[in-house]
């Protein structure tokens, strides 16, 4: 028979219900097993009760459904091999008022199916023994709710110790009273704490290992399986290299699978990204920027060749840590920043964002050398105003030659002093200018671009031709400009 799909709750043993010496109750047949639990105590008069448990309850009748010639014992044979069917872990039968005593056939029943007859007396109600069951279920939860939060705080001061995998397994394996084992991405045991299981046993922990350890999508983040006695349970670490923790224990006890989930939760932070090579690189490199170095001397630890600069918004909500990080990790890199209201990101060039994300508009800038790190970003947010305006989920910087490539850097730099040196001394003015300007003198548009009103940008590109005294309306002018605000 499959194991019964019982309810969420803690289980309560059927001893500790038949302990309650407020119950009197009495077990008159079936096995007397120390280890039978039971998920709950329901009530029926059914004939048949199968359509209606779940599993693992324990069944409350008083043989009202008994037809009075049920004596042969053919029809408990029917009645009680339905319950077991059913997942029912145990029969509880009232005597008073319609029986006197418990019929011997339904007696020879639950002997022959193993399973549990309890005897309850005319004084105890169903809703006490109910009663009774959920108090025991209140201590079950509260007891395992107490060694959960044990095992975390112990988990958590064991991850900051000096050696801190080893003795995050050395916690676990303790309060699982097992094993405890580290994978490697190669499937290789890196550490491992507590009892040794038998060989049977560790050969299959690693076999379960592989289940998880990332392979495409789909493949499960957890599994578990039984063998040689041995409850054995594997979890993927979340760092993505391919780590998976391994556990072997002789029972699975309820919040066993919660105190390993945090013990995964720890060792993916220990075994991520940032305390590989990759991660002290990135670390150098920061600290040697801090320190006045320049970005073609730290882009050598991060990888060589040239980048793109992504800027992003989510299209719902002000972006977060988290789905900062996501996106990072979608477009391939860890070189994440978190600004107010928009998300960059350092992407290598082969990296390139091929397709949308969903759920961002993206503004990409042209593949640079370190050097140009600096003109990408203003690229990038150049491409995500257009992006955001055109309603594009992504715009890429148009990196193809220019006529400004025909004049010397110097003297398009002072013809672009000279002719916006009316405005230069107002930001919101000159990033008006140039958003109208790329976006065709589009009044809608540009307010979407800047998230400002659309008078407000009325009013903008007003002072502009005022302050400029030019006539925006002639191309020729529009164009001088719009060479002077990109040299």
């Not at 980048?307 to 477009?331: E, F, I, K």
């Not at 990038?380 to 010397?408: I, K, N, Y």
Request: proline share 8%; with cysteine.
């Amino acid at each position: 028979m499959p194991d019964p799909a019982v309810p969420p709750t803690p289980p309560v043993p059927l001893a500790a219900l038949l302990a309650r010496e407020d119950l009197a109750l009495r077990q008159i047949a079936g096995p007397v097993d120390p280890a039978a639990v039971i998920h709950w105590a329901h009530t029926s008069e059914m004939a048949d009760p199968y359509p209606y448990l779940l599993g693992g309850e324990l069944l409350l009748t008083a043989g009202v459904h008994v037809p009075e010639a049920a004596g042969s014992g053919a029809y408990f044979d029917d009645y009680v091999s339905r319950i077991v069917a059913a997942g029912g872990a145990a029969l509880g039968f009232g005597v008073a008022p319609v029986h006197d005593t418990v019929p011997r056939a339904l007696v020879e029943a639950c002997d022959a199916y193993e399973l549990p007859l309890i005897e309850v007396p005319p004084q105890t109600t169903f809703s006490g023994v109910a009663r009774a069951v959920w108090q025991l279920m209140a201590q079950a939860r509260l007891a395992e709710l107490r060694r959960v939060t044990e095992a975390q705080q112990s988990l958590a001061a064991a991850a900051s110790r000096p050696d801190p995998v080893p003795s995050v397994l050395r916690q676990l394996a303790q309060r699982l009273a097992g094993r405890a084992v580290l994978y490697g991405p190669e499937g290789t045991e890196i550490a491992s704490a507590g009892r040794v299981v038998p060989d049977a046993a560790g050969a299959a922990l690693a076999e379960l290992a592989q289940v998880v350890r990332p392979s495409g999508p789909g493949t499960p983040t957890s599994a578990t399986h039984s063998t040689a006695g041995t409850h054995l349970a594997a979890y993927a670490l979340g760092a993505g290299q391919g780590f998976v923790l391994g556990v072997a224990a002789p029972a699975r006890e309820p919040g066993d699978h919660t105190i390993a989930s945090v013990a995964a939760v720890l060792l993916s932070l220990l075994t991520g990204e940032h305390q590989s090579g990759a991660g002290a690189a990135r670390s150098s490199a920061l600290v040697r920027l801090l320190l006045g170095a320049s970005p073609e001397e730290v882009a050598v630890l991060l990888g060589a060749g040239r980048w793109v600069v992504v800027h992003a918004r989510p299209d719902a909500q002000t972006p977060d840590a988290v789905a900062a990080s996501a996106l990072g990790a979608a477009l391939g890199s860890s070189l994440v920043d978190l600004a107010k209201d928009v998300v960059r990101v350092l992407v290598p060039a082969e990296r390139e964002p091929a397709s949308p994300q969903p759920g961002w508009t993206l503004g990409v800038s042209a593949a640079v050398e370190p050097r140009d790190w600096v003109a990408a970003d203003t690229q990038a947010a150049r491409a995500l105003a257009r992006a955001r305006a055109t309603r594009a989920a992504l715009v890429r910087h148009d990196s193809r030659p220019r006529l400004a490539a025909l004049v010397a850097p110097d003297a398009a730099e002072a013809h672009s002093r000279a002719l916006l040196a009316p405005i230069a001394g107002s930001p919101a003015l000159l990033d008006t200018l140039r958003t109208w300007l790329s976006l065709h003198g589009s009044w809608d548009r540009t307010a979407v671009a800047l998230a400002v009103h659309r008078n407000t940008v009325r009013q903008r590109v007003a002072k502009c031709a005022a302050l400029l005294d030019a006539d925006l309306d002639d191309p020729d002018v529009r164009m001088e400009l719009w060479f002077a605000l990109r040299a």
